[in-house]
């Protein structure tokens, strides 16, 4: 199963969305591409 590459995927992108917030940037428009 691929679960193990799902949950590294949405780690990733809560991570980067993290990041985002810190500098001020809009996170949604770019987690929603």
Do not use: F
Not at 4 to 30: D, H, N, Q
């Amino acid at each position: 199963t691929n679960g193990w590459t799902y949950e590294l995927l949405s780690v990733s992108c809560l991570s980067l969305a993290a990041k985002m917030e810190e500098s001020g940037a809009p996170s949604l428009p770019v987690i929603q591409r």
